[in-house]
Nanobody
Framework: QVRLVESGGGSVQAGDSLRLSCATS????????MAWFRQDSGKEREFVAA????????SYADSVKGRFTISRDSAKNTVDLQMNSLKPQDTAVYYC???????????????WGQGIRVTVSS
């Protein structure tokens, strides 16, 4: 059974750092891409970052570029999102996703975690 489970969220102050981790099982890491998306109340789910399995290429939303880093550990079957210099506008529920296509479109990812809340206060 394919499972994605996020951890590491919480409430922090602006400028702080958090590290999200996505534990995978059931073969999700053989998917071509793993990604993080986020969704705040009343807003559409938006792309944050993605990593491609075959060469570890990464892609980031402009809003997080230079502050967030996505990485994967095949031995541990995890995909992490290191978030530095957090801003109040980073507040959202963050979702881990796995898919066959290395894209920024949520619709191309076929497995999702349950989401984890990140709150950044000013």
């Amino acid at each position: 059974q394919v499972r994605l489970v996020e951890s590491g969220g919480g409430s922090v102050q602006a400028g702080d750092s958090l590290r999200l981790s996505c534990a995978t099982s059931g073969g999700t890491l053989i998917r071509s891409a793993m990604a993080w998306f986020r969704q705040d109340s009343g807003k559409e789910r938006e792309f944050v970052a993605a990593i491609r399995r075959n060469d570890d290429s990464t892609s980031y939303a402009d809003s997080v570029k230079g502050r967030f880093t996505i990485s994967r550990d095949s031995a541990k079957n995890t995909v992490d999102l290191q978030m530095n210099s957090l801003k109040p506008q980073d507040t959202a529920v963050y979702y881990c996703a796995a898919g066959w296509a290395y894209t920024r479109a949520a619709g191309t990812y076929d497995y999702w975690g349950q989401g984890i809340r990140v709150t950044v206060s000013s």
